[in-house]
């Protein structure tokens, strides 16, 4: 069964201050491993995939990289408006769903 | 513009009661997904369809039906036999390739009265 686990389950940034959220993951041949932030009573907003070991993807101040086991999301220099839930998900095999993780709270603080 | 819409944003059911929660895009996709989200929770599959007039159970289908009779829509039923229904709810939606980037609704908040 695949398994994805998020760390930390919440965690609070003053304003500047980097920091990396990880996603650890179990699964039988990995295809993609998606990242997606969520606001508060919204739905998911797509970040990244990722799709082989060594990979990695920015977007203004969020780089993303993967390993064979885990994956990161590096904050640099965060600000308020970083504020969210951040979603790791996985797609294995020949499934077309995914499997997602229970997701990191972020808040920076001005 | 193209993307997913959700209606309504809120509902509220009571009891013993069936309620359709609505989910159309416009983004010419194969395949579309019902999920559910708890507080604290990731999100869990209901329900997923691949092609019109075709689905699949996830891994809480019981308590929920849909269908998929044309390739915009995919209506979720949240039916009385769903004993804890209170849940925001996501549709979601994916061109069919081999990555499955899937592009998520605004979610609709279910609420039993």
């Known amino acids: 069964e695949d398994q994805v686990t998020q760390s930390p389950e919440a965690l609070r940034l003053q304003e500047g201050e980097s920091s990396s959220l990880n996603c650890s993951y179990t699964?039988?041949?990995?295809?993609?491993l998606f990242w997606y932030r969520q606001d508060p009573g919204k739905g998911p907003e797509f970040l990244f995939t990722l799709y082989s070991a060594g990979e990695e993807k920015e977007k203004e101040r969020l780089k993303a990289t993967l390993t064979k086991k885990e994956s990161f999301l590096h904050i640099t220099a965060p600000k308020p408006e970083d504020s969210a839930t951040y979603l790791c998900?996985?797609?294995?095999?020949?499934?077309?769903?995914?499997?997602f993780g229970s997701g990191t709270q972020l808040t920076v603080l001005p | 513009d193209g993307g997913i819409t959700q209606s309504p944003k809120y509902l509220f059911r009571k009891e013993g009661q069936n309620v359709t929660l609505s989910c159309e895009q416009n983004?010419?996709?194969?395949?579309m997904y019902w999920y559910r989200q708890d507080p604290g929770q990731g999100l869990r599959l209901i329900y997923y369809?691949?092609?019109?007039?075709?689905?699949q159970k996830g891994d809480i289908a019981e308590g929920y039906s849909v269908s998929r009779e044309k390739k915009e829509s995919f209506p979720l039923t949240v039916t009385s036999a769903q004993k804890n229904p209170t849940a925001f709810y996501l549709c979601?939606?994916?061109?069919?390739?081999?990555?499955?980037?899937?592009?998520f609704g605004p979610g609709t908040r279910l609420t039993v009265l």
């Open positions: 699964v039988s041949g990995l295809r993609g």
């Open positions: 998900a996985v797609q294995a095999g020949s499934a077309r769903q995914l499997t």
């Open positions: 369809s691949q092609i019109v007039n075709d689905f």
């Open positions: 983004l010419n996709h194969d395949a």
């Open positions: 979601a939606s994916t061109a069919q390739r081999v990555y499955n980037e899937q592009f």
